[in-house]
Each structure stands twice: as C-alpha cells, then as structure tokens.
C-alpha cells in the first residue's frame, strides 16, 4: 500500500545530540516537504525539495538540514540539538502537475514527536 | 505574501448536527488553490476537501462542503450530520498557482459532543 512513513515516531534526545529525522514515500512523488508544528499550533514549511538533488528552504528559518538523494527519501538533521528545536516535524509528499493534476494534494506522514532536554 | 486566518481556536457541536469553520485568506492572486486538511489526535493530517479559485461550484465530498466566496475571501468549511471521528483540528490552507506551497492557517480544534 502507497503510504508515507516517519521514523521515528517520538524522540527525547539531550542537548548538543546529532539527530536524523527520516522521511520515506512510496508513492513515486517527486514533491516532498518538511513542516514543523508547536502542539496545537499551525504548520510552518522549513524545506521542500521537487525531485533528486534538489532542495529548498521554506518560509520558516530552521538549523535543520536536509537532502534528497532518492527520490523515496527525504531525511532531516539537525546536527547539534537544543531544546527550541523541541517540536513536531511532519513529512508530506505530492503528485507532480505532470500527472494531469492543477494542483497537488500534499499526503502527510504521521510526524515526529521531538523533544530535546 | 499571502496569509490564512482561521478565526475560530475552538469550536464544539453535538453529534449529528452541522457546524462551520471559517477561513479567510489575503491574496493578490487571481488563480489559487485552497484546501481543508483535518489532523486528528494521532496527529496524521489527511485532506478533507479542495477548492480551486476558477470554479465557481463550490467543492463537496460526502458531509463536508465548502462556501467558497472568492470576493470576499473566505472560505469555510460545513461539516453535516457530525460524527465522533470528526473530531480533531482543522486546518484550512493556501496554494498559489505558482508557488506550489501550502500557507496554513492557526486551525480550528472541532469538540463533538455526544
């Protein structure tokens, strides 16, 4: 079944910690997307990448990273945590316009709970 | 740059009555995209509805449906004959044509009263 995956699920790491966030779809979509949200708040884009090697910050400043070097992958890292970058991360991933569509319906990934003490 | 605002932090209805969310949305844009997206407590957001500016017709699937009034700049979402799985945030959201980017709003966290 086509899906979107996040791994992991909840996450409580120290201070200065390097951490990967992964990110994989099975979808084939060429569109993938990082959000960070405070609980119970709205979802601010950090990266977005629109296919292989390509990759882009969002409107919202982050000290995270990110890179695309397959297609079905889309993994985050930040390489040395602090606790204001305890958040949520959700992954989305969306249809190319090629497929006929006019706009893309982006599919999210269950997040991934980050807390840094 | 464009905005969204969901005016409404909480709102609560009893099962199996209707209720509306609202959006408002600020653009300088002629052909635009907009959508409801509900993330439920486990926290994976799925797309309840879309709306695309050229149509006229306002959007529907099932019991969800939209009032889309493109002058004003509003779009809210009515939900009918609410169920207990309605429950969650809703978040209305804001592609242009070019920017292939979602701008959400603050959301909408809905109560179902049983």
């Known amino acids: 079944e086509a899906d979107i995956y996040q791994t992991p699920r909840y996450l409580v790491i120290g201070t200065g910690k390097k951490i990967t966030l992964e990110c994989s779809q099975t979808m084939g979509h060429d569109k993938m997307y990082w959000y960070q949200q405070d609980p119970g708040m709205e979802l601010h884009l950090i990266h977005y990448?629109?296919?292989?090697?390509?990759?882009e910050k969002g409107d919202l400043s982050s000290e995270s990273t990110v890179s695309r070097i397959r297609t079905e992958h889309f993994p985050l890292t930040l390489e040395s945590a602090r606790p204001s970058h305890t958040s949520q991360y959700l992954c989305?991933?969306?249809?190319?316009?090629?497929?006929?569509?006019?706009?893309?319906?982006?599919?999210f990934g269950p997040g991934t709970r980050l807390t840094v003490l | 740059a464009q905005t969204v605002t969901q005016s409404q932090p909480e709102m609560s209805v009893q099962e199996a009555e209707t209720v509306t969310l609202s959006c408002t949305y600020d653009?300088?844009?002629?052909?635009?995209?907009l959508f409801w997206y509900k993330q439920p407590p486990s926290r994976q957001m799925i797309l309840v509805i879309r709306?695309?500016?050229?149509?006229?017709q306002n959007a529907t699937e099932n019991r969800f449906s939209v009032n889309f009034q493109k002058a004003a700049k509003s779009f809210s979402l009515k939900i009918s004959d609410s169920q207990l799985g309605d429950a969650a945030m809703y978040f209305c959201a804001y592609e242009s044509q070019g920017a292939q980017k979602l701008v959400f709003g603050q959301g909408t966290r809905l109560t179902i009263n049983p």
């Open positions: 709306q695309e500016a050229y149509k006229q």
């Open positions: 653009t300088s844009e002629s052909d635009y995209y």
């Open positions: 990448s629109y296919g292989v090697n390509s990759t």
């Open positions: 989305a991933s969306s249809e190319p316009r090629g497929t006929g569509k006019r706009t893309d319906t982006q599919y």
